[in-house]
């Protein structure tokens, strides 16, 4: 099973009120959405150090997430996809455009372990 988890507009919420949650936000035709959804997936598959942490890829382009949107008005004003937030108990931490493991893990390492 993928530790990447699939959300929508009934997941989203519970989602990110978990300990610890990196919430990935793309559209369904962007290829470099796709291409990082692949190098995190394989991240995932080997990762042993952030099994505490929730994983999650959000599609902008599927029904269903007026409650997210409304929540989340910064959302609208997203101009460059992937874009990664970082929560910790339901509270936005961190946030970066774009992929990179090395920087998602520097992140995770100035959010969760030494913050």
Known sequence: M?????????????????????LMIGKSDCEACARWTEELGEFLDRDEEWRDVRFGKLLLDKGGLVAFKRGNP??????VLPFNVLYVGGEKKSEFAGSGVPRLESRLRMVLREG
């Open 2 to 22: 993928s530790r990447l988890e699939l959300l929508d507009g009934q997941t989203v919420a519970d989602f990110l009120a978990a300990p610890a949650a990196v």
């Open 74 to 79: 910064w959302v609208a004003e997203l101009d």
